[in-house]
């Protein structure tokens, strides 16, 4: 199992920008972005392929924020711009069984504990 760690998580304000970055024991994985609000479902955010080239958004998200990761670093990121008060949210990392892109829930063996975004409006 690979074991994860988040940070970056805040308070802001809307448009503002924050990132996210996920510390992982291991880089030989797809890795993706899921986040869950109060009292909502645990939602997919973004993926991305082990070496990068294949990245994966939720609607909500699209164009506003970028997953990127640094193998080297075993660090996984994202880039979170013109943020707003429904981004709030726990942000978890999770790393998959494979190392493909994929926005499946079920399809990641691995969590991180979480990070809590704050959008002010």
């Known amino acids: 199992q690979v074991q994860l760690v988040e940070s970056g998580g805040g308070l802001v304000q809307a448009g503002e920008s924050l990132r996210l970055s996920c510390l992982a024991s291991a880089s030989d994985y797809g890795m993706g972005w899921f986040r869950q609000a109060p009292g909502e479902e645990r939602e997919f955010v973004a993926s991305?392929?082990?070496?990068?080239?294949?990245?994966d958004y939720a609607n909500s998200v699209k164009g506003r924020f970028t997953i990127s990761r640094d193998n080297t670093k075993r660090i996984v990121y994202l880039q979170m711009s013109s943020l707003e008060p429904e981004d709030t949210a726990v942000y978890y990392c999770?790393?998959?069984?494979?190392?493909?892109?994929?926005?499946?829930?079920?399809?990641?063996?691995?969590w991180g504990q979480g990070t809590q975004v704050i959008v002010s409006s």
């Open positions: 999770a790393a998959a069984r494979g190392l493909r892109s994929t926005r499946n829930w079920v399809d990641f063996g691995s």
């Open positions: 991305i392929s082990w070496s990068g080239g294949t990245t």
